[in-house]
């Protein structure tokens, strides 16, 4: 059993994108588990030849804001259980919501590796609107562009130096 990696964070904020991105040409396999954690999606990669796991959270429940915000949070609870490092997702596009604070607050509490990882910063201009991120209380961040790969290679460097 290797190092798993869990990435975190609200929906919408590129999550899949960027699993997709890891597990490139590689099986996603989808949790048989259903309920709760349905759409935990796993992968395996590899970063300078250091291989790991990853899931994808996701699944959430729609309904009411109140269930949906407890699914979140319940993900980042199994994520926090199961992986050895963790990747926060957040936004840039939409900038801190409070759904991105509430998922904060419990990774603040938590004695693993958390990498804030800001996505959607396609230019240089977003690049400039990430800072704003530093309230989350996280401390250094990470841009990505998932969509285009940018920013990918210094966020994993410094990853599978933690596994
Ligand atoms: P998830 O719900 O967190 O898994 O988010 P998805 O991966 O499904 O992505 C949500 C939306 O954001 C999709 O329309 C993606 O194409 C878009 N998206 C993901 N990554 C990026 C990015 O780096 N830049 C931009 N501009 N859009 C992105
Ligand atoms: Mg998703």
Do not use: C
């Not at 796993?42 to 996701?58: A, H, L, Q």
């Amino acid at each position: 059993m290797g190092a798993i990696v869990a990435i975190v964070g609200r929906p919408n904020v590129g999550k899949s994108t960027f699993f997709n991105r890891l597990i490139q040409r590689r099986e996603a396999i989808v949790d048989a588990v259903s309920g709760v954690t349905r759409d935990r999606h796993y992968g395996k990669t590899d970063w300078n030849g250091r291989e790991f796991s990853v899931i994808d959270t996701g699944g959430y429940v729609v309904g009411s804001d109140d269930i949906f915000e407890k699914e979140i949070d319940k993900q980042v609870e199994l994520a926090i259980d199961e992986a050895d490092a963790i990747i926060f997702m957040v936004d840039v596009e939409s900038g801190v919501t409070g759904m991105d604070e509430d998922v904060a607050k419990l990774l603040r509490r938590v004695d693993k590796p958390v990498f804030l990882a800001i996505n959607k910063v396609d230019n240089g201009q977003r690049e400039a609107d990430a800072v704003e991120f530093y309230s989350l209380g996280l401390g250094e961040y990470y841009t990505l562009s998932s969509i285009n790969g940018g920013g990918t290679g210094e966020l994993l460097d410094a990853l599978v130096k933690v596994l």
